[in-house]
């Protein structure tokens, strides 16, 4: 086995550098994952830009990340090696500030962040937590999965606590994030509507499953709503 690994990290506000590391041993709860794909979030700008607080280089960005379990530290008891799994940009909680004793994790004071407070994607293996891990099926392609942890995960959450079906639910913007809650809300019974800013979305979003497309150069979107 190797005892190296290639990574892309910021150096510097703006500048990439391919490295090789020292391929890392998980911590207790950790495991170390192969890579297989990584998505590119806008998000990931703040981190290479330097515009997270307190963000310290280098580092290396990538919160969609989908990879096999290579080894698990201590303690770790859910998992495996071998598994396929999936990380998104919340990494992790401590458990102990206010918001995580009030059972809101996702506001914790000391939240582990994928690609900002540790080392992301850009690379052929990473560590992680291993309560941040979710299982990728086989059948669904890696390329295909990884916006899934991030852009994916932001809609389908939104939309699991919008209503219930036979609502009406609008989608502003047809892009990254929209051409996924629009075919999530068209497969959990919303009447769905998509809103762009034109006339070019609109044959896409009633390939994704619209019912309604509203142009909102055309007309004012509210009042068509």
């Known amino acids: 086995m190797k005892s190296m690994y290639r990574a892309v990290e910021i150096t510097s506000p703006g500048v ?10 998980p911590g207790a709860g950790q495991v170390r994952i192969r890579i297989e794909a990584c998505g590119v979030c806008h998000s990931d700008a703040a981190t290479v830009e ?11 960005p ?3 990340v989908i990879g096999r379990i290579e080894e698990v530290g201590p303690g770790v008891t859910t998992w495996k090696t071998g598994q396929r799994v999936g990380v998104g940009f919340f990494g992790g909680e401590d458990g102990t500030c206010e918001a995580c004793r009030r059972g809101e994790t996702v506001y914790c004071q000391n939240p582990i962040i994928t690609g900002v407070t540790t080392d992301g994607g850009y690379a052929e293996m990473m560590i992680a937590e ?13 390329g295909d999965a990884a916006p899934l942890v991030c852009a994916g995960i932001t809609t389908f959450n939104a939309l699991r ?3 219930r079906a036979g609502d009406t639910v609008a989608v502003q913007g047809i892009g990254g994030l929209g051409h996924l809650a629009v075919q999530f809300a068209r ?7 998509a809103i762009g800013g034109g006339p070019d979305k ?3 979003a ?14 004012d979107a509210a009042v068509a709503l």
């Open 161 to 163: 606590n919008a209503g």
């Open 16 to 25: 990439f550098s391919l490295v090789e590391r020292t391929i890392p041993v």
């Open 130 to 142: 291993a309560r941040a891990l979710a299982l990728i099926p086989d059948e669904l392609k890696s």
């Open 62 to 64: 990538g919160h969609e």
């Open 202 to 204: 609109e044959h896409l």
């Open 206 to 219: 009633q390939k994704l499953g619209a019912h309604v497309y509203i142009d909102a150069k055309a007309q």
């Open 50 to 60: 330097a515009q997270f607080p307190n963000l310290s280089y280098p580092r290396v």
């Open 187 to 193: 497969k959990m019974g919303f009447r769905t509507v």
